[in-house]
């Protein structure tokens, strides 16, 4: 995988060009933020009355309906939510945007699974931080950046990854690197590691380690501290100096139950579960789920997790850690 650094990209592809930001949400306003803050003309495109309306309002921009924003755009970033896509862009997009145009998305579901279909004169590309669109924003605004992923699905101008380079420069993803990809490989990964690991498994793990203590008599509250509340503290280590560095900085007995337990846990049936999570992605089992998916179906399971115990007892003492200056314990 190519990897680019700011020294290796270029915002002159840009200069002169209209990007119209579709949407103005988690992603949206960080993106349209960021560009215009390199110096990029940005149109932003939302609903008239709602809340990316009023928000793009109160960042200084004067947002239009999609229709109207993308009509005079050489670029239209689509980051509205992936079931809102297709709607949008055959209603309001594709009959505004001009020939030869950039559609550009900020995560490859649509494409990759082919819930829209471009218009066959467009160029079509993906620009997507890895990361919400929260710190997208903070770490830009700091002078630093977050990793970008590239790709191009589209090329009909010769141009597209001149294009989506430079995009992903003026959001600040040269400051932490820009990779070069598929949309495939981006979609299906993506998905992958939000279900079977930074979502999905992590939020089970904490749950089932946290029902396991009390379960067996413990205060919930230690319970809470030791199976979610270090969580952060330990990722925090992952994130700066890898597992390896993680494991030199906790404490050997920490480090022994880890390489001896740990496989016990994540074994070799949560494994498999793996394989049969990417096998339903990459064969689009998950994607026509979740496309036909009513929201009722998954009101009670949510509400099943609000009023689980953790998020009493985590709400209880995070509270009293913000009245207290956040003494709260560390890891060993």
């Not at 029902?211 to 994130?239: I, S, W």
Request: a negative charge; aromatic letters at 6%; hydrophobic letters at 40%.
């Amino acid at each position: 995988m190519k990897k680019l650094l700011d020294p290796d990209l270029d915002l002159e592809p840009l200069r002169d060009r209209t990007v119209a930001v579709v949407g103005f949400g988690n992603q949206g306003h960080a993106h349209a933020l960021n560009l215009r803050d390199s110096g990029i003309q940005v149109a932003v495109g939302a609903r008239p009355g709602g809340a990316g309306w009023t928000g793009a309002k109160a960042a200084g921009f004067r947002p239009q309906p999609v229709e109207d924003a993308v009509r005079d755009a050489d670029i239209a970033m689509l980051l509205l939510p992936d079931e809102v896509q297709p709607q949008v862009y055959r209603t309001q997009v594709e009959p505004r945007l001009r020939q030869g145009a950039l559609l550009a998305f900020g995560h490859g579901f649509a494409l990759r699974f082919r819930t829209l279909e471009p218009r066959p004169d467009l160029d079509v590309g993906l620009v997507a931080p890895v990361g919400p669109g929260h710190l997208l924003r903070s770490r830009f605004a700091e002078g630093g950046g977050i990793p970008v992923v590239i790709a191009v699905d589209q090329d009909r101008s010769g141009r597209s990854w001149d294009l989506v380079r430079a995009y992903a420069k003026a959001l600040g993803g040269g400051r932490a690197g820009v990779l070069e990809t598929t949309v495939a490989d981006e979609c299906e990964t993506d998905l992958f590691g939000e279900q079977a690991v930074i979502v999905g498994g992590v939020a089970a793990l904490m749950e089932a380690g946290f029902d396991t203590l009390r379960n067996a008599g413990y205060p919930e509250e230690l319970a809470y501290f030791e199976c979610v509340h270090q969580m952060k503290l330990l990722v925090d280590l992952v994130h700066e100096h890898g597992i390896a560095g993680m494991r030199d900085r906790i404490s050997r007995t920490a480090l022994f139950g880890d390489l001896t337990r740990g496989r016990r846990v994540i074994g070799p049936e949560s494994r498999r579960a793996m394989q049969e999570i990417l096998a339903e992605i990459r064969d689009g089992r998950f994607a026509e789920e979740w496309v036909h998916a009513k929201a009722e179906a998954w009101k009670a399971p949510l509400e099943r997790a609000r009023t689980h115990p953790l998020e009493r007892v985590g709400a209880e003492l995070r509270a009293a850690a913000r009245g207290a200056g956040d003494a709260s314990p560390e890891t060993d």
